[in-house]
């Protein structure tokens, strides 16, 4: 059975609550029991995490090889400037493709940008909260992750 770390960053523990019209309605509780019933769905296990602390999400991301087959992460703000999350995620043999519930190139220039995004497998944005179910989906396929 895959197992699945979902790590969210910075003010996505606000879900539901923070500007609803950019992020939805679905609150970060929700969103957790929502992957990890959608990972029994696909014979899979996930853990959720989440913290507005950098060095939070560095320790899970370093805690993270040996114990999970892939990491999903939304890192919120630090996409844009946290070369520590870049360099843990380099660090570590486990594969991670980046999430964005917003479409962020529709968004703000300086959100176009991910310095996170290299060191992963892929990047998918503007889906929703559906984009951590097709991160799963994408890792669960025989010839990936």
């Known amino acids: 059975m895959k197992k699945f770390l979902i790590l969210n960053g910075p ?18 509780e929700a969103l957790c029991e929502m992957l990890r019933a959608r990972a029994a769905e696909m014979g899979a296990a996930a853990d959720c995490f989440q913290s507005n602390h950098e060095g939070a999400l560095i320790d899970a991301i370093h805690g993270a090889a040996g ?7 939304n890192p919120g703000a630090f996409t844009h400037y946290s070369y520590a ?15 964005h519930i917003s479409n962020v190139h529709r968004r703000e220039e300086f959100r176009h940008t991910s310095v996170t995004a ?25 010839d990936h992750g």
């Open 11 to 28: 003010n996505l523990n606000l879900l539901g609550s923070r500007e609803p019209g950019i992020y939805g309605s679905t609150g970060y």
């Open 118 to 142: 290299p060191a992963c497998v892929g990047q998918i944005c503007g889906l929703g909260t559906y984009g951590y179910v097709a991160a799963m989906a994408y890792f669960l396929e025989a």
């Open 85 to 99: 999350l870049l360099d843990a995620l380099k660090a570590v043999d486990v594969p991670c493709i980046e999430v």
């Open 67 to 73: 114990k999970y087959d892939a990491i999903i992460m």
